[in-house]
T-cell receptor, first 114, second 112 residues
């Protein structure tokens, strides 16, 4: 059974710092990996999607990498801003593709101090 | 940008009552899903739906749950006899395949 772990569970840094959030998964036979952002009491906003054949994806100040063989992904946030404060979730989908559900980690709760 | 729409945003129900949570997925997506998140816990997969039938379901999705696509746009989750432990945020999502998942903003279900 796929397990997704995110480290750290919580992180508080001053504004302007670059930071790295980590995600690991136990079964490397994934279809893709997706990073989401969740604000308190709200839904999930997709940040980046990495297909299993890809190594990284970039969107603005965000960069996500994927090392499928080692079961790891990182989300790099450059020049952090207070508006980046949220919980960041990593999720993988199994090799069955669309029929399989996403398996989520518990998330990293990020606070950016002004 | 296309959105997944969920209604209601918050529902309070008495234990033992039936509830129906509604979702309008993105129109050209083929896969539809329900997830739940109990307060303070992980987002958990409940069920996937493709071509008008269930594709996969988790062990959480027992006989008290059912899903339906009653028309060309709506996708519903029915909980037949709610229990206190069904209190959670329920998320609908849809997927067009390679583009990944799009989630709705959720329905907060409170069972009293």
């Amino acid at each position: 059974k796929q397990e997704v772990t995110q480290i750290p569970a919580a992180l508080s840094v001053p504004e302007g710092e670059n930071l790295v959030l980590n995600c690991s998964f136990t079964d490397s036979a994934i279809y893709n990996l997706q990073w989401f952002r969740q604000d308190p009491g709200k839904g999930l906003t997709s940040l980046l999607l990495i297909q299993s054949s890809q190594r990284e994806q970039t969107s603005g100040r965000l960069n996500a990498s994927l090392d499928k063989s080692s079961g790891r992904s990182t989300l790099y946030i450059a020049a952090s801003q207070p508006g980046d404060s949220a919980t960041y979730l990593c999720a993988v989908i199994g090799s069955g593709g669309g029929a399989d559900g996403l398996t989520f980690g518990k998330g990293t709760h990020l606070i950016i101090q002004p | 940008e296309p959105e997944v729409t969920q209604t209601p945003s918050h529902q309070v129900t008495q234990m033992g009552q039936e509830v129906i949570l509604r979702c309008v997925p993105i129109s050209n997506h083929l896969y539809f899903y329900w997830y739940r998140q109990i307060l303070g816990q992980k987002v958990e997969f409940l069920v996937s739906f493709y071509n008008n039938e269930i594709s996969e379901k988790s062990e959480i999705f027992d006989d008290q749950f059912s899903v339906e696509r009653p028309d060309g746009s709506n996708f519903t989750l029915k909980i037949r006899s709610t229990k206190l432990e069904d209190s959670a945020m329920y998320f609908c999502a849809s997927s067009g395949g390679l583009a990944g998942y799009t989630f709705g903003s959720g329905t907060r279900l409170t069972v009293v």
